[in-house]
């Protein structure tokens, strides 16, 4: 038996499913847009954002909004948060561009501690400025003595005074006042760190470490500065201020046994050679490295 439909057949079960679907999508819920907090971000993302932060300091030099910014991950210490973030990508071979713009905004946020962020501000609050009231000196405007204005004639006065002109009293120029600029401790721009002491210690509990703490001239730390080790065949690059629990002027770098490792600092400045870990000895009597301990002050 032959049954000849046609065409029409086909053209109804193709209009009715498109009038399901349409229908379908029509009765579904939209989905509703939620704004987000960045401190409920996945892990990965908060670096992202983190990195972001310290790239927008890079370029506006902003510190106050940057610290808002981070404010918003909800840390308790973003510093920190930057320095685990360095290592990170230090162990991920990072470029050391891209690692030196967090430790810029490190290095920034330890050493102006009192540019904090308003806890009513957003994310895009401008930088607080700092006012000005004991700074500024009270200008004293001398006093000009007023002239009495002239008596008016009128129909009923039985004279007419003959107006004169008075002059108007010029006043002294005013003093211009001078600021006195508040004295602040800084240390040389440039100058280069020098090694002030050369140590070991044996510490089984943190063997074959290279230990560094830098000062400026003010006997601070200086966190935020490149390290470069060099050994045969290898480089390493890491900063100081990422171990805050110790110093912010603190750094180290894992030793090997046996190989002679060079420290550069101050871009190549300074450079220490013939480090190589001293052997130990345990109560137990097994040998173990031992630790290299160096400070460096900038003059």
């Known amino acids: 038996m032959n049954d000849h439909r046609g065409p029409w057949f086909i053209l109804t079960g193709l209009l009715l499913g498109i009038g399901i679907g349409i229908g379908?999508?029509?009765g579904m819920p939209q989905a509703q847009p939620v704004d987000t907090s960045p401190a409920s971000l996945r892990y990965d993302f908060k670096d992202e954002y983190r990195y972001m932060i310290a790239a927008a300091y890079a370029i506006s030099g902003d510190l106050g909004r940057a610290q808002a910014r981070l404010a918003t991950l909800n840390e308790s210490d973003p510093v920190q948060s930057l320095g685990e973030q360095a290592q990170r990508m230090l162990a991920q071979n990072s470029s050391i561009e891209r690692v030196r713009i967090l430790a810029n905004l490190?290095?920034?946020i330890q050493s102006q501690p009192q540019a904090?962020?308003?806890?009513?501000?957003?994310?895009?609050s401008p930088?607080?400025?700092?006012?000005?009231n004991e700074a500024s000196p009270t200008l004293e405007l001398p006093t000009a003595t007023p002239t009495p204005e002239p008596i008016e004639a009128t129909a009923d006065s039985r004279f007419t005074p003959t107006p004169t002109d008075t002059p108007f009293p010029t006043l002294p120029p005013l003093p211009t006042a001078t600021l006195r600029p508040t004295r602040t401790a800084t240390s040389t721009p440039g100058a280069p760190f020098t090694l002030v002491n050369q140590s070991t210690a044996c510490d089984p509990q943190q063997p074959g470490l290279l230990k560094v703490n830098l000062q400026n001239a003010l006997g601070q730390p200086?966190?935020?500065q490149e390290l470069v080790i060099t050994w045969f065949g290898g480089e390493e690059h890491f900063f100081t201020g990422f171990k805050n629990e110790i110093s912010p002027g603190y750094a180290d770098f894992t030793l090997a046994s046996g190989i002679e490792y060079a420290l550069s600092l101050s871009e190549g400045q300074t450079r220490i050679t013939g480090l190589i870990a001293p052997s130990c000895?345990?109560?137990?009597?097994k040998p173990y490295l031992g630790?290299?301990?160096l400070e460096f002050r900038q003059p």
């Open 281 to 285: 000895t345990g109560e137990d009597g």
């Open 127 to 132: 930088s607080p400025v700092t006012p000005l």
């Open 291 to 293: 630790s290299i301990l």
């Open 106 to 108: 490190s290095e920034a």
């Open 24 to 26: 379908i999508a029509w």
């Open 222 to 224: 200086a966190p935020g």
């Open 116 to 124: 904090t962020p308003s806890p009513q501000g957003g994310a895009d």
